[in-house]
């Protein structure tokens, strides 16, 4: 009986967890353009808009 | 590689828009920036992106440059302190035809989101909350149940507001208005249902429905974000046609500088320079110039018009051949466009609301249900006396027939049905309109643009020396007029003129003139082309004519070209037992001809309230009629129409008033389109059908008492299932084999329709 109390909430919060990359993704437009990321994958240099953000790390 | 590479500097001749049109279009945001959308339609595939945002962001002030494939929109960032880059005039360069689009109306997808969110979070609670009930089902002790059960009303509340609301909001307007939806039982069910589970919660109950709840509401946001999406893609892919109304114009003011003016701001007096290629943007009077106009999409009329001073012009109508001053003579809010959107409005009012089949049956049903619970709640109080139990299997019964494969069985099939059609190049605005062309019985087309393609073909290009198209053709490409285009297109495949014109002009009303090597050669009207000495038996049929120093060298002849496939969709539609008319506001004698040659009844010289009455008058005597137009003069008789269709050349009202959108050439996108919906019309009949026979089952065993969380469970899944393995077979089989019949023998396509129209 006292493992419920480890892994239930363990097993909401995965899922929770998951529910939130889902909605953060949704709003950072990542599904805005699903046709366009596949074929963006295959460019060998994405042109400044990409290398900002290498910069910054 | 060059799959998306058409010729370079061909396309968007017309579209060119001036740095005032782009300004007035863009929007600002911050840090100095300023952001327009481009509609780009020709942008398929990973290369157009990388063509596009090189081309884009290497012009000097563009900060950042993003394309987005699925929409075929581009989205430039550009440097407000300086006049806007030439987007679309770089475009054209590069191959790509682009038009301005309106940041506005990227709004829509607010809704979208909005069911994306909803279906997450019921995805997220009922697959947890499945899981506890696994646990329960598979024998928990009573204590464990308790605890699962409690935890399953703490995921199922967020769950049941958050997803629920979509279908509460919706089950509410109904009522509010007396009316009933499907979204009725649907709220009423789950409601119920968390309601019981919770008392029962509450009580140390063994059954709790809370997985059946959310599952419930899971399934049915999957069909109606599908749903919605499908719409979406439709709708975005219409937008994404040209413009076809004037956004703005040159005004002059009193003291004689121009000023851009939106076209709402222009009033009736004021005078509007309009150079070639652009069209009217309110109605006028030349004051000065001579041109001529191209009104296929505001009359009908195929030839174009010449204008000259104190001519009226009609707003809408695109100026050919030479620059004009007008003078407004009624502002845009009271021009033929905004009469045609009057009348369209009008004629929307008099099409009487249409039910869709899902509400249809609701109506039914709800009822039916509703009283089936209650009689069973009554008879097991007379049976039994225990109110707990009465309850409890009363909204048993609510949950095993809570219309999960009834909430699924229509939206499925037309979902892929639209798939379907969008395959084939057909966008359809909703369900409802799909539902409606299945019942047409017969079928009303526009001539101009419609069954032809509204721009004019050189007929007997064979029978012409080389050299003499050749030369016309060199000639013919200075001038945008639409014979001069047919005379460039037809020379374009040949060898190049060896002669180099120079001193081209342009002679509204007349045609082409030029010197080449000490000759001077015109290519236009017979008489003026060929001076006074024209014979006049030359002047009936040749449309233009090649002349150097007087002297006859060629004369062409001009057709409307008919849409491809249009004489087998007419036989198609006929044999289907489809009435079959042709309305048209053009001259007599082509649409006499083109009416001869296809066989079929017709009418010229209508006006748009002559289109509107006829459809009227058809609707009056029963009939349920399709109309297939494309201009602005039939967009009331569009609207009034059972079901619609337009091409996608279509003046944007008329586009917005269809319910479909065909965006290639075939005319038999019309029949197809219909074989489609009655198909799709036939497998909602049978899910309806299917939807009937599970509650002859299930609502027998749940009045009988023997249902549980879990018996409910395995109904609902199994009953969506079928549902939608029964949408699915739209995909293929039957329809698929006569439709690709179609396209080799059109003898296939009658079969196939009426086999549609028998079942």
């Known amino acids: ?57 | 590689m060059s799959c998306c590479a058409p010729g370079a500097g061909f396309a968007a001749v017309d579209q060119a828009a001036t740095a005032d049109e782009v300004l007035l279009a863009s929007r600002e945001i911050d840090d100095g920036l300023r952001q327009s959308d481009l509609s780009v339609p020709q942008i398929h595939c990973g290369n157009c992106i990388r063509t596009v945002e090189g081309t884009l962001s290497a012009l000097p002030g563009v900060a950042h440059a993003r394309v987005n494939l699925s929409t075929r929109r581009a989205t430039i960032r550009w440097r407000a302190d300086a006049p806007p880059p030439p987007f679309i005039e770089a475009l054209a360069q590069a191959g790509y035809e682009a038009h301005l689009d309106d940041i506005a109306a990227m709004a829509g997808d607010e809704q979208q989101s909005e069911l994306v969110r909803a279906l997450a979070v019921a995805g997220f609670a009922s697959s947890n909350i499945m899981i506890l009930s696994v646990s329960v089902w598979a024998g928990a002790e009573p204590a464990t149940r308790d605890l699962f059960h409690w935890i399953s009303a703490l995921i199922a509340v967020p769950a049941l507001v958050y997803s629920g609301r979509v279908f509460f909001r919706s089950a509410w307007r109904a009522v509010s208005h007396g009316r009933t939806n499907m979204d009725v039982p649907i709220s009423i069910g789950v409601l119920l249902a968390f309601g019981l589970s919770l008392y029962e919660t509450a009580q140390g109950g063994a059954h709790a429905y809370f997985d059946a709840a959310i599952s419930l509401l899971f399934f049915l946001l999957i069909g109606r974000t599908l749903d919605h999406m499908m719409r979406e893609r439709a709708r975005a892919a219409v937008k994404g046609l040209a413009r076809l109304a004037a956004r703005g114009a040159l005004v002059l003011d009193p003291d004689g500088s121009p000023t851009y003016m939106p076209v709402g701001e222009i009033a009736a007096g004021m005078t509007i320079l309009l150079a070639a290629g652009e069209r009217v943007p309110v109605d006028a009077r030349v004051q000065d110039g001579a041109s001529e106009l191209d009104c296929s999409l505001v009359s009908g009329e195929s030839r174009p018009q010449p204008v000259a001073a104190g001519s009226e012009l009609q707003a809408g109508t695109l100026n050919l051949t030479g620059p004009l001053r007008i003078v407004a003579t009624a502002a845009a809010k009271d021009s033929f466009l905004a009469e045609m959107m009057r009348m369209m409005e009008a004629a929307e009012e008099g099409r009487s609301a249409y039910r869709r089949i899902a509400d249809r049956a609701a109506r039914l049903y709800a009822p039916v249900i509703h009283l089936t619970a209650f009689l069973t709640f009554l008879g097991w109080m007379a049976v039994a006396g225990d109110l707990h139990r009465a309850v409890t299997i009363a909204i048993a019964v609510l949950i095993v027939t809570c219309p999960c494969a009834l909430g699924l069985a229509v939206p499925m099939v037309q979902i892929v049905a639209s798939r379907r059609l969008f395959e084939k190049g057909i966008m359809v605005k909703d369900g409802a309109a799909m539902e409606r062309l299945a019942e047409i019985d017969s079928v009303i087309f526009d001539k101009t643009g419609t069954l032809t393609l509204g721009n004019p073909r050189l007929v007997d290009a064979d029978r012409h020396a080389p050299g003499a198209l050749a030369l016309a053709a060199a000639l013919a490409a200075h001038s945008r007029h639409p014979y001069s285009r047919a005379l460039a297109m037809a020379g374009g495949t040949l060898a190049p003129a060896t002669v180099s014109f120079t001193d081209v002009t342009e002679r509204p009303g007349c045609g082409l003139e030029a010197s080449a090597g000490g000759a001077l050669y015109r290519l236009g009207r017979p008489e003026w082309a060929l001076g006074q000495g024209a014979a006049t038996a030359d002047r009936s049929d040749a449309g233009v004519v090649l002349a150097k120093d007087g002297a006859s060298l060629a004369a062409f002849r001009f057709d409307d070209r008919v849409r491809a496939g249009t004489s087998e969709a007419i036989a198609a539609l006929e044999a289907a037992g489809l009435g079959v008319e042709i309305l048209s506001g053009d001259r007599d004698e082509p649409v006499r001809r083109l009416a001869a040659l296809l066989g079929v009844p017709h009418a010229a010289r209508v006006s748009p309230g002559g289109k509107l009455a006829q459809v009227e008058a058809a609707a009056a005597a029963g009939r349920k009629v399709l109309m297939v137009g494309d201009g602005l003069n039939d967009a009331p008789a569009l609207a009034r129409a059972h079901a619609s269709m337009a091409p996608a050349s279509a003046a944007d009202v008329g586009r917005n008033a269809a319910d479909f959108v065909f965006l290639r050439e075939s005319l038999l996108a019309v029949p197809q389109a219909i074989a489609v919906a009655r198909a799709a019309q036939r497998l909602v009949r049978q899910n309806l059908g299917l939807a009937v026979a599970y509650n002859v089952v299930a609502v027998p065993v749940a009045v009988l008492g023997y249902v549980t969380p879990l018996v409910a469970a395995i109904a609902m899944s199994v009953s969506s299932l079928i549902v939608v393995g029964n949408a699915l077979r739209l995909g293929g089989g039957a329809t698929d084999d006569a439709m690709a019949g179609t396209a080799r023998a059109p003898a296939a396509k009658p079969v196939e329709l009426a086999a549609g129209g028998a079942l």
């Open chain 1, 1 to 57: 009986m006292t493992d419920y109390f480890y892994l239930i909430p363990l097993a909401l919060a995965i899922g929770a967890v998951a529910l939130a990359t889902f909605m953060w993704s949704l709003r950072s437009g990542q599904y805005d353009d699903l046709d366009g990321a596949a074929e963006r994958i295959l460019f060998d240099d994405e042109p400044r808009a990409g290398s900002d953000q290498i910069e910054s790390i």
